[in-house]
């Protein structure tokens, strides 16, 4: 696991800074509140809420902030944060998308988060140290990622009970599950793994070899590849869902720095599976790989660590989180250029857009 780093929240030069309203903190200071202190503050009408955002927000996890910073999509401004439990790293839509759950690795839990409400209606169990999990398309059932017991678990979120667990190699992370819901992968980053999981007999069907430490998985081609990135290997693989093997691999070069300075780590695929996003990490940049050449057609300078990524509804809009400048880049697509950089919480990790 990487651990976290303690440095002082980062300042972005010319962007503009927010009005304080009557009964709202600025974000970069509720950002530096306890979560509890939040909550007390929430009974007294002080807590920072988000305003009204027609055009959607995007939200982003802080894992020493134990906050999530919501950004309104049209004018890029923080418009507020919302308290949740200790450490949130990875977050997803849960079923019909009203709920986003909030993976807390210190808490065990995930937050429910109401989207409408912008509120926790409820703690889930998630077993110890959660860091990425992946959900049934109805939204019952999660497979969680248990770092600290190397182990895949399957978990009923409704009885709220582990219904099966199975023995994976040491520090598994990355977690998806196949659009038909029968295979679960599973990266296993010191085995350099990614196993293949029959999800009704909770078999391991196969064991692939990749590049050093895989991280994140990515499905193109309709479900028949699944990409998966490798942080020390500064590549990605192209695994065939149909045979299990590796196609293609891409190791990445950025001019000026060293192999062991590419860090990939962060998966997005365009909507028309046209092009793979891939946060390159240390290297400060985000890659566009051509899907069907598998070769980078251009990278992006962002902040420091690009580690997390999301994509607006259209993928006009790519959102690309930076743990160590403790803010997020939206960068324009089309132009394969930043539009702005945003501060948020510190060491932020994931982002999802409610859009």
């Known amino acids: 696991m990487t651990p976290l780093p303690t440095r002082e929240p980062a300042r972005v030069p010319g962007l503009p800074h927010t009005t304080r309203r009557p009964g709202h903190l600025p974000a970069r200071l509720a950002a530096m509140i306890p979560a509890a202190a939040l909550a007390l503050l929430a009974t007294t009408g002080l807590a920072p809420t988000a305003t009204a955002a027609p055009g959607g927000l995007a939200?982003?996890?802080?894992?020493?902030?134990?906050?999530?910073?919501?950004?309104?999509?049209?004018?890029?401004?923080?418009?507020?944060?919302?308290?949740?439990?200790?450490?949130?790293?990875?977050?997803q839509k849960r079923g019909d998308g009203r709920q986003l759950l909030v993976a807390c690795s210190d808490a065990g839990r995930?937050?429910?988060?109401?989207?409408?409400?912008?509120?926790?209606?409820?703690?889930?169990?998630?077993?110890?140290?959660?860091?990425?999990?992946?959900?049934?398309?109805?939204?019952?059932?999660?497979?969680?990622?248990?770092?600290?017991?190397?182990?895949?678990?399957?978990?009923d979120l409704v009885t709220q009970k582990v219904t099966g667990q199975v023995a994976v190699g040491p520090e598994p992370e990355g977690v998806k599950l196949s659009p038909d819901g029968r295979r679960v992968y599973v990266a296993s980053e010191v085995a350099n793994l990614v196993h293949v999981i029959d999800t009704a007999t909770l078999k391991i069907l196969t064991n692939i070899p990749v590049p050093a430490r895989p991280r994140r998985f990515?499905?193109?081609?309709?479900?028949?590849?699944?990409?998966?990135?490798?942080?020390?290997?500064?590549?990605?693989?192209?695994?065939?869902?149909?045979?299990?093997?590796?196609?293609?691999?891409?190791?990445?070069?950025?001019?000026?720095?060293?192999?062991?300075?590419?860090?990939?780590?962060?998966?997005?695929?365009?909507?028309d599976g046209r092009t793979l996003y891939v946060a390159l990490g240390r290297a400060n940049r985000?890659?566009?790989?051509?899907?069907?050449?598998?070769?980078?057609?251009?990278?992006?300078?962002?902040?420091?660590?690009?580690?997390?990524?999301?994509?607006?509804?259209?993928?006009?809009?790519?959102?690309?989180?930076?743990?160590?400048?403790?803010d997020v880049t939206v960068v324009d697509t089309a132009k394969a250029q930043p539009i702005r950089?945003?501060?948020?919480?510190?060491?932020?990790?994931?982002?999802?857009?409610d859009d």
Do not use: Y
Request: with cysteine; hydrophobic share 45%; net charge negative.
């Open 286 to 326: 985000v890659a566009f790989v051509d899907v069907a050449s598998r070769r980078v057609r251009a990278q992006v300078l962002v902040g420091k660590r690009a580690w997390g990524l999301g994509l607006s509804r259209d993928g006009a809009r790519l959102w690309v989180v930076n743990g160590l400048s403790d």
């Open 59 to 91: 939200w982003v996890s802080s894992e020493k902030d134990n906050a999530l910073t919501l950004i309104d999509l049209q004018s890029l401004a923080v418009v507020g944060t919302v308290p949740t439990c200790a450490r949130p790293r990875h977050l």
């Open 218 to 271: 990515a499905f193109g081609a309709e479900g028949r590849e699944l990409w998966v990135s490798s942080e020390l290997g500064s590549a990605v693989s192209v695994i065939d869902t149909a045979t299990h093997t590796v196609q293609a691999s891409l190791k990445f070069e950025v001019p000026g720095l060293r192999a062991e300075d590419i860090t990939p780590v962060g998966l997005a695929m365009a909507p």
């Open 110 to 155: 995930a937050d429910q988060i109401d989207l409408a409400s912008r509120r926790s209606v409820g703690r889930l169990h998630l077993g110890p140290d959660p860091e990425l999990f992946d959900l049934s398309p109805d939204g019952r059932t999660a497979w969680v990622s248990a770092e600290d017991d190397s182990a895949l678990e399957r978990i």
């Open 341 to 353: 950089s945003i501060p948020v919480g510190r060491v932020p990790h994931s982002v999802v857009i």
